[in-house]
């Protein structure tokens, strides 16, 4: 059989396409590194020095075998909190076990904290713990980041979800704070903890402040944590109304093209027509009902 004789302007083309392909990766490569160094580290995890000891699990090699048998079955109960809380558990991130300061700074580019969590575009998620202080509820909560990333997808958490609804359903599954498994009860406790924070309700933070990562977490420690309590308090407001249905509706019908400033609210409002439910009013709302979106 002949051989195909290639044109050469189509030969010189390829061969251009195939350098400029070549120059793109020299430069994208290095400028992923640069701008999401914490990101990439996380995609290479299996070739560093950190141990996979379970399916998805890598542990830090200065974990010995007690500490790392103790931190799985910690694991364990986290994920059962978050199928329980979620309906199913979706997200199967990568979870990194740190066992240095200087680990979880290189994993998680911050030293605050005992965990953190990070999605990307293409569907990837980490959860990375730093063994100080690790514990279900820090598990749970980070868990419960990356599921929110699973049913809605990177975009539509990044762009559409306020960050106060992000860490304020985490916070549902973290008892740090509150304990109380009664959703209006659970709803008081945020609200005793939201009027200590604002000193009875004098330094307020309106959630529109509050609905990017960069506005909830620019303060200082106390205003940190005055936006979790706020958060707190505003999600287990509504969920007292809508329940974990009214999440997935949510969810729901922002994957099929809603906003959550369009739902948000109207959900709540056609749970209450349904359901008799009494609960104190929420301080937040007092002053304007409709400023609440992200």
Same mark, same amino acid.
């Given at each position: 059989?002949?051989?195909?004789?290639?044109? =050469?302007?189509?030969?010189?083309?390829? @061969?251009a396409f195939g350098k400029f392909l070549l120059v793109g990766l020299v430069f994208i490569i290095p400028g992923y590194f640069f701008l999401? =160094? !914490?990101?990439?580290?996380?995609?290479?995890?299996?070739?560093?020095?950190?141990?996979? /000891?379970?399916?998805? /699990?890598?542990? %830090?090699?200065?974990?010995?075998?007690?500490?790392?048998?103790?931190?799985?079955?910690?694991?364990?109960?986290?994920?059962a909190r978050v199928d329980s809380f979620w309906s199913g558990k979706q997200a199967n991130p990568k979870v990194i076990l740190c066992g240095?300061? !200087?680990?979880?700074?290189?994993?998680?580019?911050?030293?605050?904290?005992?965990?953190? %969590?990070?999605?990307?575009?293409?569907?990837?998620? $980490? &959860?990375?713990?730093?063994?100080?202080?690790?514990?279900?509820?820090?598990?749970?909560?980070?868990?419960?980041? &990356?599921?929110?990333?699973?049913?809605?997808? #990177?975009?539509?958490?990044? @762009?559409?979800?306020?960050? #106060?609804?992000?860490?304020? /359903?985490?916070?549902?599954?973290? +008892?740090?704070?509150?304990?109380?498994?009664?959703?209006?009860?659970?709803?008081?406790?945020? @609200?005793?903890? #939201?009027?200590?924070?604002?000193?009875?309700? !004098?330094?307020?933070?309106?959630?529109?402040?509050?609905?990017?990562?960069?506005? $909830?977490?620019?303060?200082?420690?106390?205003? &940190?944590?005055?936006?979790?309590?706020?958060?707190?308090?505003? &999600?287990?407001? #509504?969920?007292?109304?809508?329940?974990?249905?009214?999440?997935?509706?949510?969810? %729901?019908?922002? +994957?099929?093209?809603?906003?959550?400033?369009?739902?948000?609210?109207? /959900?709540?409002?056609?749970?209450?027509?349904?359901?008799?439910?009494?609960?104190?009013?929420?301080?937040? +709302?007092?002053?304007?009902?409709?400023?609440?979106?992200?």
């Open positions: 059989m002949p051989h195909r004789k290639i044109n =050469p302007l189509t030969k010189s083309r390829i @061969t999401y =160094p !914490q990101i990439f580290y996380c995609q290479v995890i299996d070739f560093s020095n950190f141990e996979k /000891i379970r399916t998805n /699990i890598y542990a %830090s090699p200065d974990l010995d075998a007690r500490q790392r048998v103790n931190i799985i079955k910690v694991i364990k109960k986290a994920e240095t300061p !200087q680990e979880y700074e290189k994993y998680c580019q911050s030293t605050e904290g005992a965990g953190c %969590s990070l999605g990307t575009p293409w569907g990837q998620s $980490f &959860v990375i713990l730093n063994v100080q202080g690790l514990n279900v509820d820090v598990i749970s909560h980070e868990m419960s980041h &990356v599921e929110l990333f699973r049913r809605l997808g #990177w975009w539509k958490t990044t @762009t559409e979800i306020p960050q #106060w609804f992000n860490e304020g /359903i985490a916070l549902m599954l973290d +008892r740090r704070f509150v304990s109380n498994p009664d959703p209006i009860g659970r709803y008081l406790d945020y @609200t005793d903890e #939201w009027l200590y924070q604002t000193g009875g309700g !004098q330094n307020i933070l309106e959630l529109e402040n509050i609905s990017s990562v960069k506005g $909830f977490f620019s303060g200082n420690q106390k205003q &940190v944590m005055l936006a979790y309590m706020t958060s707190g308090m505003e &999600v287990s407001y #509504w969920l007292a109304f809508v329940g974990g249905e009214g999440l997935s509706k949510l969810l %729901s019908e922002m +994957r099929n093209g809603q906003s959550f400033d369009a739902r948000y609210l109207e /959900i709540e409002k056609e749970a209450r027509e349904r359901n008799e439910v009494e609960v104190p009013a929420n301080l937040l +709302r007092v002053q304007d009902l409709e400023k609440i979106g992200g």
